[in-house]
T-cell receptor, first 114, second 111 residues
């Protein structure tokens, strides 16, 4: 049981390049989230998904796209990377239930856009 | 949407002293309030949580209190140790999936 994993751990991009970050969870969780973390700004929600085939915008969705083709995977795409997207990206998942349950975070992906 | 404010942004305490971090939220529909600890270079991890039908919860040296009327909740760490040094985040969740995070408190415990 690996929990939540993220690929890659670290990446350097040039402005304008594209890339996809992969989040995978083996806990059969319905909900998955992508956050970015910048100094002094906490965790900001980019996009999230409430189940396979669904996605929704969060607080800072511009410049990102997501897909949830399989329940266990949530992909975050950057079509044309910008230096403002330099950040640490965290994926999280949580189960669906009658009451709200906590999120479980992946180890993070450090992205540097030059 | 929900707005979560967290104070202070930095906190230094002597080993053995207590530390208190406070958060306020804006949406009275929020009913779940977790606290996460994030060590340098690592992922946030849940340390304690509280639901809106409870006023206080304690787990060894860590406690959380919730005042629904005033819309604020606090994290209390007693007998602090150097390994408590980390960034702490509060969050609030409204039924309907999203979590709203505070901006974090960097706690330093001085030996």
């Amino acid at each position: 049981n690996a929990g939540v994993t993220q690929t890659p751990k670290f990446r350097v991009l040039k402005t304008g390049q594209s890339m996809t970050l992969l989040c995978a969870q083996d806990m059969n969780h319905e909900y998955m989230y992508w956050y970015r973390q910048d100094p002094g700004m906490g965790l900001r929600l980019i996009h999230y998904s409430v189940g396979e085939g669904t996605t929704a915008k969060g607080e800072v969705p511009d410049g990102y796209n997501v897909s949830r083709l399989k329940k266990q995977n949530f992909l975050l795409g950057l079509e044309s990377a910008a230096p403002s997207q330099t950040s640490v990206y965290f994926c999280a998942s949580r189960p669906q239930g009658i009451s709200v349950e906590t999120q479980y975070f992946g180890p993070g992906t450090r992205l540097l856009v030059l | 949407g929900e707005n979560v404010e967290q104070h202070p942004s930095t906190l230094s305490v002597q080993e053995g002293d207590s530390a208190v971090i406070k958060c306020t939220y804006s949406d009275s529909a929020s009913n779940y309030f977790p606290w996460y600890k994030q060590e340098l270079g690592k992922r946030p991890q849940l340390i304690i949580d509280i639901r809106s039908n409870v006023g206080e919860k304690k787990d060894q040296r860590i406690a959380v209190t919730l005042n629904k009327t005033a819309k604020h909740f606090s994290l209390h760490i007693t007998e602090t140790q150097p390994e408590d040094s980390a960034v702490y985040f509060c969050a609030a969740s409204i039924p309907g999936n999203q979590f709203y995070f505070g901006t974090g408190t960097s706690l330093t415990v001085i030996p």
